[in-house]
């Protein structure tokens, strides 16, 4: 286990008071007096620093009790001491579990390292037996996901709403659940979002992908929209071996297949927001989407 810190990260932590070992930089080298000619001298190279793994697991969890006091921040309920990070017992306990049971696994999941420093998980259970024909996968969620405690949050939510009203889809409610037909269950890829934000590693979309295959058992969809570029790659990586290395533009356009369900990649709402000249293919990527899950009506 490591803890790969910037000098932004450093910066932040410094500015917290939180005082974090790093290996410093080899003092410089003093020339000695010129030897004889025949007698050259030998530069000794030391061997480069390596923190330790309990070291690196004792900065982060420094970081978490840090932003705590400033920010509201909270370990999950068992995240005292050294944890164990197990994403295999996630696959057993999600085989035959209910929208409850859904949940509170995931409340109190520590299969990975992004549990770390959450304030809470981002996920939205639906009613007992409601199921959505669309099911909508984005990229780890942001800071307002977080606060809102629900996927596609603020202005984000605002925008991939409308333009789902557009094609006569609507969020599946929770405490109002609207016919199958005309509902879209959203989701994150992975559920929590770290003290100190950082991509996915795949240790990580391992452990979600378990809850990410059940939320697929239960919504029963027609058409997976996947917005975004780490939710396409955790989608499609099993049938596309070159999609970790291909844009997110070059995905789109295309049927995918993920445990026989349709795969349309489009752009994440987040991208839409400041890149207004790609809303015209994100609709074109809406109705591909559209003549999967209803091909009568296209």
């Known amino acids: 286990m490591s803890l790969d810190l910037d000098d932004r990260h450093r910066a932040m932590l410094q500015e917290m ?151 006569g889809v609507t969020r599946q409610d929770a405490l109002a659940p609207v016919a199958a037909s005309q509902a879209a269950y959203l989701t994150h890829v992975v559920k929590c979002r770290p003290a100190l934000p950082r991509a996915p590693q795949p240790q990580d979309l391992a452990a979600c992908e378990s809850y990410l295959k059940r939320e697929i058992a239960l919504t029963q969809p027609k058409v997976i929209l996947a917005m975004g570029r780490v939710a396409a790659q955790t989608l499609l990586r099993e049938s596309d071996a070159q999609v970790g290395t291909t844009p997110l533009g070059k995905l789109r356009g295309q049927i995918y297949q993920y445990q026989g369900i349709p795969v349309v990649v489009s752009y994440p709402p987040t991208y839409l927001l400041r890149t207004q000249q790609d809303k015209a293919r994100a609709w074109a990527d809406l109705c591909l989407a559209l003549s999967v899950a209803r091909p009568d009506q296209v």
């Open 17 to 167: 008071g939180v005082h974090v070992w790093w290996p410093q930089a080899d003092a410089p080298v003093v020339e000695a007096a010129p030897a004889p000619a025949s007698v050259p001298l030998a530069q000794p190279t030391a061997p480069p620093a390596v923190i330790p793994a309990e070291a690196s697991i004792a900065i982060e969890h420094r970081v978490v009790d840090a932003l705590s006091v400033r920010g509201g921040v909270s370990r999950p309920a068992q995240n005292t001491g050294s944890v164990v990070f197990d994403a295999d017992a996630v696959v057993g306990e999600m085989a035959h579990a209910d929208w409850a049971g859904l949940s509170e696994a995931i409340s109190a999941c520590q299969a990975c390292k992004l549990c770390v420093g959450r304030r809470a998980p981002v996920f939205s259970a639906m009613a007992a037996t409601a199921q959505a024909d669309w099911l909508v996968v984005g990229d780890p969620p942001e800071d307002g996901d977080e606060r809102a405690g629900f996927p596609f949050s603020d202005q984000v939510g605002l925008l991939l709403d409308n333009m789902l009203k557009a094609v």
